[in-house]
Every structure is written in structure tokens, then in C-alpha cells.
């Protein structure tokens, strides 16, 4: 067991315990797993840039799990057995549907500050201090961080300027979209 899903090693190599059709448990070849997986999600969301507009919404997003092998816990299942937990699962997905190179999620963060360094350079100072201490949210929890109503109550956010931050931009809700796209794209 691998985070409450059955893996087993065999002499082959390793395997993903799954069901198939008729909902009879069936081990697969970890390879041919991810091999599935990345075909599903390319059928999804056919190019990086589909995958990226996706993910960012968490709706659209949810959907396009859903629609993956075992409901979405394929991705769950690549990030144990690839031992990728310090990975969001955005670049656990990227990497095995577009050839993306993974980033950590203290990566990711890091990316997202310096790339954008102009951008956010242009902001209100509070505004971009909050986007600051929003990037190290995602650095320790990834991308549910971002999303979840508990992130302006984290001290280093409230600091930084919160939510009243944030609205000196416009909606709070539309500027969490266009860094979560800063953040992926970087």
C-alpha cells in the first residue's frame, strides 16, 4: 500500500493494482499506468496550454481528473510511486502528458518570483507582498493552497496585506487566476 492505493512489486517490475471494465481488481505494469494516463489527459486537454487553462480553474479542472484513469487518483498514484511529493500535481501530469520538466513546488514559487519580477515589481507594494506570501503558500501545499479560503487567514499572508491586498487589483477571485497562470507558466 502506497498512500491507501495497492502497489505491488512483482519480478517484472512494479505494479498498480486497478479495476477494470467489469470492476475486477487487475494489476498493470506501472509504465502502462502512466502510458494510459498520459493518453486520457492528451485527449482531455491536447496541448500544455489547454492543460494549463484547465488546471487553473478549479472546476474545469476537477472535471478533467474526473475523466482520468481510477477518477482522478492516477495522478495521486504516479506522484507515491514516482516519489514526487514535493511536486504539485500539475507537474506530475505535465511532465507525463507534454514531456514538461517537473519543478518542485518551492520551484515553481521561486520561478513564478523571479520570472514575473517586473510584473509584480508594478504592483501596489502590498499587493505584490501578498502575492509573495501567497507563492510560498503553494510552496508548502501546492495548488489547493491557492484555492482554499483559509490562505488569508495564514499569518505571512495577513502580514503581507491579504485579501484587501489583493482587491487593489481588482476581484480577488480574477487576480488568484491570473497568478495561478503566472505561477504555471513559469
Known sequence: M????EVRLVHDGTCIV???????AMPIPVEVYKERLAE???REAPTLEAFRQRWITPLARQEMLAQLPDAGRSAIIVQLVDDMA???LYDVLAELGYGLAPRTRLERAEAFAYKHAGWLAGLPAKTAATLHALALQFAQEGTSALESPQVFRVPDVVRA???AALEALGEPSEVLLDTKARMFAA
Do not use: C, P
Open 86 to 88: 514535493a511536486y504539485d
Open 18 to 24: 486497478t479495476m477494470d471494465g467489469s470492476g475486477k
Open 40 to 42: 486520457r489527459l492528451i
Open 2 to 5: 502506497a498512500g491507501g492505493f
Open 161 to 163: 496585506g491579504g485579501l
